[in-house]
């Protein structure tokens, strides 16, 4: 089955900028969407068709190769939160998330 | 807002079933495909069953398939999942999400629910 790696936990200091990857075979044939989930509470959508920006939102994504990569700018506290990466695995027919990354803000 | 509201969760015994619906509101649910995804207590995302807008096609984890049914009825915007056979492994918090699309393929999900749970125990 198709798989998605994230690193398990990333930290940032107040104000710089954040980034966490999604590693996958061939990812960027792929079309990835990611996701936050703070505690408590239902996922977000954050990043759409691998780099589509929701309204009001700090984050921006790439993909290509084997690699997603999800980035935050400007990093507040209130951005600490598991994030996700998601592809369709379509030789399955399967919706694929990865792992998650605990963001932690310093 | 656009809302999906699940309902159905609760407790249950080790191979006992339970019916899980999500409600749509204030979009055009025939339009959009739609997912349930599950949360197991310290774990991460799981993805649990798709169906397209039509219902033509349905999609399953490898996890469920066999247990659990996804289904909907467009007339009353409602999303729907039987869960049977269940087993402690099954314990999660489940939400239902809408769909960018009407297909699933590449499509990924712009609006979930506040979630319902389901503990299997015994």
Known sequence: ??????????????????????????????????????????????????????SGMRFSGSNSGNTATLTISRVEAGDEADYYCQVWDSSRDLVVFGGGTELTVL | DVQLLESGGGLVHPGGSLRLSCVASTFSFTTYAMSWVRRAPGEGLEWVSSITNTAGNTYYATSVRGRFTISRDNAKKTLYLQLNSLG????????????????TSGSGLDIWGQGTMVTVSS
């Open chain 1, 1 to 54: 089955s198709y798989v998605l790696t994230q690193p398990p936990s990333v930290s940032v200091a107040p104000g710089e900028t954040a980034t966490i990857s999604c590693g996958g075979d061939n990812i960027g044939s792929k079309t990835v969407y990611w996701y936050h989930q703070k505690s408590g509470q239902a996922p977000v959508l954050v990043v759409a068709y691998d780099s589509e920006r929701r």
């Open chain 2, 88 to 103: 402690v492994e099954d314990t999660a918090v489940y939400y239902c999400a809408k769909h960018l699309e009407g297909v």
